[in-house]
């Protein structure tokens, strides 16, 4: 292996310490406490070295996004595999994405509810965040009709994540979430 292979390998490695850092690290006490002085005390780097990998603390978040639509995507994606039919999988990826919330809320936030200079809705979208949308849109496909599939897909996923924020937040009943899941794919599941 050749020095410059060595070092690319290293680099890379470092990176994904801080994200990891950085991901668990806000799990397990939010992101006000994820500061660069922080993680590199946590991976044991000088806070310079974190700085050759990210400009700050924004752009660790955005990475930590990044992997985060990547695991949604594999979670989406087996959801939609073992669904018998196109209305299950719909109701599967549905049931998956906030299960996925529920599970990992601060990762969540990174992905869709703080500030992160990351490009949606864009061509420049990072792949893993396409292919999170991706399998939202693929499994909507059979009920878009004559619709616009990025159009019913975003407003699927509107849908979504209106429910799942409202819910953790306290301003809907915990104990009607099913309820509303439910609802939500049988306007989105009808068949044409």
Known sequence: MSI????????????????????????SEGWDAVTTRRLAAEIEYS?????????????IMAAVAVEGCGDLADELAAARAAAT?????????????????ERRPALYDAMFNLAVELPFASRDVPVDLARAFAELAET???????????????????GLHGLVTLMRS????REQHEQRLALLVDRFARPE
């Open 140 to 158: 909507l496909r059979p009920f878009a009709g004559n619709d616009d599939l990025e159009a019913f897909t975003e407003t699927f996923w509107s």
């Open 4 to 27: 410059q292979a060595r070092r690319e390998r290293e680099r890379a490695e470092r990176e994904r310490a801080i994200v990891a850092a950085a991901r668990e690290l806000a799990e």
């Open 170 to 173: 306290g301003r809907l009943r």
């Open 85 to 101: 039919d196109p209305r299950q999988a719909v109701a599967g990826i549905a049931t998956a994405y906030a299960a996925f919330a």
């Open 47 to 59: 806070q310079p070295v974190l700085y050759s990998h990210f400009k700050g603390k924004d752009a």
